[in-house]
């Protein structure tokens, strides 16, 4: 795309190779009437430029609260408690003022929504949505801004740019709704794009347009990303590497080719078996996963999994199992790590 | 556009024509009558009859009501039954712009207080500032307004001697001192819509900055007065338009205890006088122009949701 080669201009100060993001033993507390719920339990890692981690679970693992506050939505506060490290091109997320937060949401790291009917203001037209950003950020005059808005809207795929920039939300498919989400936050080109459900709201078709449109932009803008989603399928084949929340915990984490074909956590093979496949013989059960996930304000002591594990010992539920690098036949397997006393396929730690 | 107008023209003729019928039966009803106030008490039963006939208080009601109806047609609303017997449509005139410009002094007024009140508020909602804010606004609407207005007087007025009372003057003899006349007037009206406007709009904003567009807003690194004025104002502004057309409608007519406190010459105060010498044609009059301003100010607030949102423009029209 040609417009996008002026996009490109602007790169943010992170050196080559240092990673764009770093998280280590994050964790945040939500302060409810009812307790307080532990929805991320240390998670660490790393992504480097033009790198995607793609994170799964079921609703209510963590994984929005997770980008939330690699976000610094949620921040050390009266209603929730943040404590480790969140470190974007450089800046440590948590130890910012307000005024320094908002100097980097949108200019270093963006957020793409996961319901575009509800992202947008539905009294505010789409150019709006992304002048203002413009502007704010990049102290452009209002045409300026509007150029580039056009210049965006053609980056995302969206024909006939100037006439939808005076056009409102509900003038605009769902679909284009959600070109206009991620252009609104590739607006300044951040190192970082937070993409949580980006496509959960949408029908199967434009998801994939979707799906491949923010693989396209990643390669052109050399982001890096967070696609956060329940769905394997989504994140099979668009990520580098895939980590598998249970319970606000990374249970597995390995690149995704290695992730699908020899998962070493009994959830992750349980969510693999539970994906219906069009070659199965009609009329076969669907496998699901029994139970539901524990409460995170009373979690239970060993391994979260453990009351739904098929495999599960005496230890599980004594002992919680941390996340470790795994190893086949007594070789270590790079990259890949999970948290199981008894894994499957063979691992090791 | 064209055929909203003509509809929304239609419904005003319809209702004012139920108004103005409606005050007639109950003008009829009142127990002050006319020919009494006119020639004062104590005179024989049979001059009272003559001018009641003069006056053509004896047709019936319909008859009566058409006979008005008609002049008032023409632009004549008639002139006044009691001495001195001056013209409906003169009085009105002189009485009309007090009364607009405290209902609309006030209402600014209320707005000014109340928007960053609520927004204050429903940005830390729960927290300290919102109760004080919230128990004030509940003290403030349990107070009756000629309390109000009292308190107001004593505190601006005598206390601290900054703004007179009971005095008026016109907007045509000196701007300035028309609206630091008003001022106190204005306020007394304010203080309870103000109360009434910072809950309504609180509960709105609350409701609106969880919504997911806030949030996008904010992860785009907008400022707490960016989102608050740009992105929730409008959408959380549905219900306090819609009072703020009921009130100001209502205001035109009943701000009688307030004008009564003030000394002022509106409108209130003239229905009032009149209803109680059994000034029926001025009563009709002042009733029919309040009615008026009722309904087109509600149509003017109808109309204005489409500008608020986008997504009722067509749907309207």
Not at chain 2, 69 to 87: E, I, K, W
Request: hydrophobic share 45%; glycine share 10%; aromatic share 6%.
């Amino acid at each position: 795309m040609s417009s996008s080669s002026a996009l490109l201009g602007k790169r943010s100060a992170t050196e080559p190779g240092s990673p764009v993001l770093v998280v280590e033993d994050l964790r945040t507390r939500i302060h409810t009437p009812r307790g307080d719920l532990q929805a991320v339990d240390g998670i660490s890692f790393s992504l480097g430029r033009g790198e995607t981690l793609g994170i799964v679970g079921e609703s209510g693992s963590g994984k929005s609260v997770l980008g939330r506050t690699i976000m610094g939505l949620y921040t050390d506060g009266p209603v929730t408690t943040v404590t480790g490290r969140v470190t974007i091109a450089g800046k440590d997320v948590h130890a910012l003022s307000a005024k320094e937060l908002r100097s980097l949401w949108g200019a270093d790291v963006g957020m793409v929504f996961q319901d575009p009917m509800t992202a947008l203001n539905p009294v505010k037209k789409a150019g709006v949505h992304l002048t203002e950003s413009l502007r704010r950020h990049r102290g452009m005059n209002r045409s300026q801004a509007r150029a580039r808005a056009e210049e965006l809207l053609n980056l995302v795929g969206i024909p006939e740019p100037r006439r939808r920039l005076d056009q409102y939300p509900h003038e605009l498919s769902g679909g284009m709704r959600q070109r206009v989400v991620i252009a609104m936050a590739l607006a300044n080109e951040p190192a970082l794009l937070i993409a949580d459900e980006p496509t959960t709201a949408l029908d199967v078709t434009v998801q994939k347009q979707i799906l491949d449109l923010l693989a396209r932009l990643q390669g052109e803008l050399g982001m890096a990303m967070v696609l956060i989603s329940h769905n394997l399928g989504v994140v099979a084949g668009r990520a580098d590497r895939v980590a598998v929340m249970y319970a606000g915990r990374v249970i597995e984490m390995a690149d995704a080719a290695t992730l699908f074909e020899a998962p070493h956590h009994p959830y992750t093979e349980a969510l693999l078996a539970a994906i219906p496949r069009l070659h199965q013989p009609p009329h076969v059960r669907l496998e699901a996963i029994d139970g539901a996930p524990p409460n995170m304000i009373a979690p239970p002591v060993g391994c979260r999994f453990a009351p739904r594990c098929r495999y599960a010992q005496d230890d599980c539920s004594q002992v919680l199992p941390v996340l470790d690098p795994a190893a086949v036949d007594g070789v270590a397997t790079p990259g890949h790590s999970f948290a199981c006393h008894h894994p499957v396929n063979g691992g090791r730690h | 556009m064209g055929r909203t107008l003509m509809k929304r023209a239609g419904e005003l003729a319809a209702v004012l024509l139920i108004v103005s019928f409606g005050t007639f039966l109950l003008v009829s009803l009142l127990p002050n009558d006319p020919a009494v106030s006119i020639l004062g008490p104590g005179r024989a039963p049979a001059e009272y009859a003559a001018l009641r006939e003069e006056l053509g208080l004896d047709d019936s009601t319909l008859s009566r009501y058409l006979d008005w109806l008609g002049s008032a047609l023409t632009g004549d609303l008639g002139q006044s039954v009691v001495p001195p017997q001056v013209d409906v449509l003169d009085r009105i005139a002189a009485a009309l712009p007090v009364s607009v410009q405290l209902a609309v002094m006030g209402m600014g007024m209320a707005l000014l207080i109340s928007i960053p009140l609520a927004m204050w508020s429903a940005y830390h909602a729960g927290g300290r500032v919102d109760r004080v804010i919230s128990g004030g606004t509940f003290g403030v609407l349990s107070v009756p307004s000629f309390l109000a207005g009292l308190l107001v007087i004593m505190v601006f007025a005598n206390a601290l001697d900054w703004f007179p009372r009971a005095q008026w003057v016109r907007i045509t003899e000196s701007l300035a001192g028309n609206l630091y006349h008003a001022f106190l007037p204005a306020l007394t009206i304010a203080l309870a819509e103000a109360a009434l406007f910072t809950r309504i709009l609180r509960n709105d904003l609350i409701t609106t900055l969880q919504e997911d567009f806030i949030l996008a807003a904010k992860a785009k690194g907008m400022s707490a007065r960016h989102v608050l004025f740009s992105d929730a104002l409008r959408p959380s502004s549905f219900s306090m338009v819609t009072l703020i057309g009921l009130s100001l409608g209502r205001l035109i007519g009943s701000t009688v205890i307030v004008e009564y406190l003030f000394a002022l010459p509106g409108l209130g105060s003239l229905v009032i006088g009149a209803a109680d010498t059994g000034d029926f044609v001025m009563v009709q009059g002042a009733v029919l122009v309040i009615a008026t301003i009722y309904v087109l100010t509600n149509l003017l607030i109808d109309l204005s949701y489409g500008v608020l949102d986008p997504r009722i423009r067509r749907a309207h029209v």
